[in-house]
Nanobody
Framework: QVQLVESGGGLVQAGGSLRLSCAAS????????MNWYRQAPGKQQRELVA????????NYADSVKGRFTISRDNAKNTVYLQMNSLKPEDTAVYYC????????????WGQGTQVTVSS
């Protein structure tokens, strides 16, 4: 089995910064994409915030471009999300997601970490 453990969430004032981390452990063969999603209060769907491939290519939601940076340490099976210039609308539960496998790719999720931005 594979476990994803997130850390780094918390309460911050608007304009502040936070850094989220997500470490994958367990029966890991190959990690393909590693992604950060978020689910805002009152919303049923999770939104893709940022994604990074095994080769380091990145993609961001328009709402976070220029403020958030995703990176990964393949040696540590860890993905990071540096969040700067935070806004109250960034308040959400942030989930780590990883696509892992060789012959069959499986999507795994972390338990989520709360990020609250006060105005």
């Amino acid at each position: 089995q594979v476990q994803l453990v997130e850390s780094g969430g918390g309460l911050v004032q608007a304009g502040g910064s936070l850094r989220l981390s997500c470490a994958a452990s367990g029966s890991i063969s190959t990690i393909h994409a590693m992604n950060w999603y978020r689910q805002a209060p009152g919303k049923q769907q999770r939104e893709l915030v940022a994604a990074i491939t095994s080769g380091g290519s990145t993609n961001y939601a328009d709402s976070v471009k220029g403020r958030f940076t995703i990176s990964r340490d393949n040696a540590k099976n860890t993905v990071y999300l540096q969040m700067n210039s935070l806004k109250p609308e960034d308040t959400a539960v942030y989930y780590c997601n990883a696509v892992i496998g060789v012959l069959r790719r499986v999507s795994y999720w972390g338990q989520g970490t709360q990020v609250t931005v006060s105005s």
